[in-house]
């Protein structure tokens, strides 16, 4: 690739005003609804993967519970941009 036909770091973030409100607004909505669904999916893959424990399905289990638990991790990540995102801090 020349060097001309590749964009320019600068116009990376070009038109992003990090004091934008409404586009920050708009970002914590979609991250609200984002960490909403993760909240729920962690939920249900805990309640399935507890039904395959009781049924035996050991492995099937164990899978369900890692899934539910990758799900939580990414949750909490969310939840930490959304509470620093408010002025909230980060740790």
Known sequence: MEKED???????????D????PS???IESELSE????????VRVLTSISH???ISGYYGLAKAYSNHAAES???AQLI???LNIS????GS
């Open 72 to 74: 939580k991790a990414y």
């Open 34 to 41: 984002a960490l909403k669904n993760l909240e729920h999916l």
């Open 24 to 26: 920050r607004k708009l």
């Open 79 to 81: 939840r930490k941009l």
């Open 51 to 53: 039904e395959q424990e």
């Open 6 to 16: 590749r964009p320019s770091r600068r116009g990376i973030n070009q038109g992003f």
């Open 86 to 89: 408010q002025g909230g801090g």
């Open 18 to 21: 990090p004091l934008d409100v």
